[in-house]
Nanobody, 127 residues
Framework: QVRLVESGGGLVRPGDSLRLTCAAS????????LAWFRQAPGKEREFVAA????????SAAESVKGRFTVSRDRSVNAGYLQMNSLRPEDTATYYC????????????????????WGQGTQVTVSS
């Protein structure tokens, strides 16, 4: 069984950076597809970025391309989301997710392929 725990959220100002951590226990994240989603109050959960289990392919939402980077550290069984140039519209609860299988790259945006989810960490971007 896999347990995911996010950390690293907080209150920051526009233009600041944060790095979120997704600590995993059980099956190592190196064997799973790793993704980040976010959800603002009253809105649908939306895809942010993902890293395929192979480690060689990434996918990111258009709104965060060039600003956010997803990565993993196989040695400590953790995933990360580096967020730079944060904007107020990035304010949301951020969730990490993991799943097995070998989906095509476009399917990494689909919540249904992830069987493991963290409880979320709040990111607030405000001046």
């Amino acid at each position: 069984q896999v347990r995911l725990v996010e950390s690293g959220g907080g209150l920051v100002r526009p233009g600041d950076s944060l790095r979120l951590t997704c600590a995993a226990s059980g099956r190592t994240v190196s064997t799973l597809n790793l993704a980040w989603f976010r959800q603002a109050p009253g809105k649908e959960r939306e895809f942010v970025a993902a890293l395929k289990r192979s480690g060689g392919m990434t996918s990111a939402a258009e709104s965060v391309k060039g600003r956010f980077t997803v990565s993993r550290d196989r040695s400590v069984n953790a995933g990360y989301l580096q967020m730079n140039s944060l904007r107020p519209e990035d304010t949301a609860t951020y969730y990490c997710a993991a799943g097995g299988g070998n989906p095509i790259t476009s399917s990494l945006r689909d919540t249904s392929i992830y069987e493991y989810w963290g409880q979320g960490t709040q990111v607030t971007v405000s001046s």
